[in-house]
């Protein structure tokens, strides 16, 4: 078993004048196949004028992870990453970080997906951002 970070960003799509995302980081301890425990949940709202670039989402995912206790690797989509090479991807991080690989890294990724896709979805109904 070992620990991981899953990280999703929903929100990377124009609204209003800007962009409204939020990170979710979801801290687990996994196997090859299941996701034995959730350590810790993690949700930031972002909000930018412009589009995302690379840079910023290794920024928004690394201070949205900061505010885990838990260690691990940060795994993501490559696709979270605009589909750049791992070691593209892991030269800009200061943590450890990957490329999903595992039953269980994806499971633990859909999971962040599903939290960072409600947080966004209720925060925009209720700061009334739509």
Not at 65 to 94: L, Q, R
């Amino acid at each position: 078993m070992w620990d991981i970070i899953a990280v999703d960003i929903s929100g990377r799509h124009k609204i209003k004048n800007g962009y409204y995302m939020v990170c979710a980081a979801v801290s687990v301890v996994s196997s090859a196949d299941h996701v034995e425990k959730v350590n810790q949940v993690k949700i930031k709202p972002f909000w930018m004028d412009s589009a995302p670039q690379v840079t910023d989402v290794v920024r928004i995912i690394e201070d949205t992870v900061k505010e885990i206790k838990y260690g691990g690797t940060i795994v993501a989509e490559k696709g979270d990453m605009y589909n750049k090479p791992e070691w593209v991807a892991t030269s800009m991080f200061s943590k450890n970080f990957k490329y999903q690989e595992s039953l269980s890294e994806r499971l633990a990724i859909e999971m962040a997906h599903h939290i960072s896709l409600s947080a966004r979805n209720l925060l925009i109904q209720e700061l009334d951002i739509s």
